[in-house]
C-alpha cells in the first residue's frame, strides 16, 4: 500500500502540471483575440466610447497669470500698440483756433463774421466834384473799398479850409433808412456852396476840404476822416453853406 502510494504522488503532480500548460496555452489563446491585451492597455491610454471610438484626453487648464492660445501670436501688440508707441492710426489733427495771435481772424478789420462796420475814412474813398446843376454845388462820394458791408450814418461833416465849425444839414434830406454801402458800391451827398442869388455872407474861397464821418448816435465822428481834393484853384463858399444827409441814390443827393 505503501509503495502504490509512493508510485501515485509523482503522478500526480504530473498531471497537475500539464493542467496547468493547459491553461496557460488556452490563457495566451485569448490573449491574441485582441481582448484582453486591448482592455488592459486602454486603461492607461486613450478612453474609447461606448461604440469603441476614440475621444480626445481634455486639455490641460492653463497656468494661473497666462492666457491661453486664440490663434492670435502672444507677441503681437495690442491693437493700440504699447504704452508711448504710435499704433499706426493717427487722429485726425485738432483745427487751428480762428482769431489767434497771428491768425487771419484776429484782424479788426476784414475777418470771417463777415458783420457790417461803420463807414468811414479807412474802409472808404472820398470824393468831391463840383456841379453845374445845380449851381453852386458839390456832389460827394464815398464809395466802400472794404471786404464788408459799411452803414453811412447821418450826413458828411465837413470843413472847408480852417473853419472852425461844420455847416448844418438840410433836415427835409433825411432819408427813410440808413446808406447801406456793399463792398464796392457808393452813397452820396450834395453840398450847397453859396446862396445862388448872392445873399450870403462871409464868403471866401477854400482849398481844401475835410469829410467826418459820424457814428450810429450821430452825436460825433467815428474813424479816419477823408480829405479828398479840391479844384486847384478852390471852390467859393459863404455862411449859406449847408450839407444834405447821405443819400443811397446819387439823384436823390444832388436833387436838394
Known amino acids: 500500500m505503501s509503495s502504490f502510494r509512493t508510485a501515485r504522488t509523482p503522478r500526480a503532480r504530473l498531471v497537475g502540471a500539464a493542467a496547468t500548460v493547459v491553461l496557460a496555452a488556452l490563457s495566451l489563446t485569448a490573449c491574441n483575440d485582441g481582448t484582453g491585451v486591448e482592455s488592459e492597455g486602454r486603461a492607461t491610454g486613450t478612453p474609447s466610447t461606448a461604440n469603441g471610438t476614440a475621444t480626445a484626453p481634455p486639455q490641460d487648464e492653463p497656468a494661473a497669470g497666462t492666457t491661453q492660445d486664440s490663434g492670435t501670436d502672444a507677441s503681437a501688440p495690442a491693437a493700440n500698440g504699447?504704452?508711448?508707441?504710435?499704433?499706426?492710426?493717427?487722429?485726425?489733427?485738432?483745427?487751428?483756433?480762428?482769431?489767434?495771435?497771428?491768425?487771419?481772424?484776429?484782424?479788426?478789420?476784414?475777418?470771417?463774421?463777415?458783420?457790417?462796420?461803420?463807414?468811414?475814412?479807412?474802409?472808404?474813398?472820398?470824393?468831391?466834384?463840383?456841379?453845374?446843376?445845380?449851381?453852386?454845388?458839390?456832389?460827394?462820394?464815398?464809395?466802400?473799398?472794404?471786404?464788408?458791408?459799411?452803414?453811412?450814418?447821418?450826413?458828411?461833416?465837413?470843413?472847408?479850409?480852417?473853419?472852425?465849425?461844420?455847416?448844418?444839414?438840410?433836415?427835409?434830406?433825411?432819408?427813410?433808412?440808413?446808406?447801406?454801402?456793399?463792398?464796392?458800391?457808393s452813397g452820396y451827398a450834395s453840398v450847397s456852396l453859396a446862396a445862388a442869388d448872392g445873399s450870403g455872407t462871409n464868403g471866401h474861397t477854400a482849398k481844401s476840404l475835410t469829410v467826418h464821418f459820424l457814428g450810429r448816435s450821430g452825436n460825433g465822428s467815428v474813424g479816419t476822416a477823408a480829405q479828398p481834393s479840391l479844384p486847384a484853384q478852390g471852390v467859393y463858399v459863404d455862411d449859406s453853406l449847408k450839407v444834405t444827409y447821405w443819400q443811397q441814390s446819387m439823384d436823390d443827393a444832388v436833387s436838394w
Do not use: W
Open 82 to 185: 504699447p504704452a508711448g508707441k504710435d499704433s499706426g492710426t493717427k487722429a485726425p489733427a485738432a483745427p487751428a483756433a480762428s482769431g489767434g495771435s497771428g491768425g487771419s481772424g484776429g484782424s479788426s478789420g476784414t475777418g470771417a463774421s463777415g458783420k457790417p462796420v461803420t463807414c468811414e475814412g479807412s474802409v472808404t474813398r472820398t470824393t468831391a466834384a463840383p456841379l453845374t446843376r445845380p449851381v453852386n454845388h458839390m456832389l460827394l462820394t464815398v464809395t466802400n473799398t472794404g471786404s464788408r458791408t459799411c452803414f453811412l450814418y447821418g450826413y458828411p461833416a465837413v470843413r472847408f479850409g480852417e473853419a472852425q465849425a461844420v455847416p448844418p444839414v438840410i433836415e427835409d434830406s433825411q432819408p427813410q433808412a440808413v446808406v447801406t454801402l456793399e463792398p464796392g458800391q
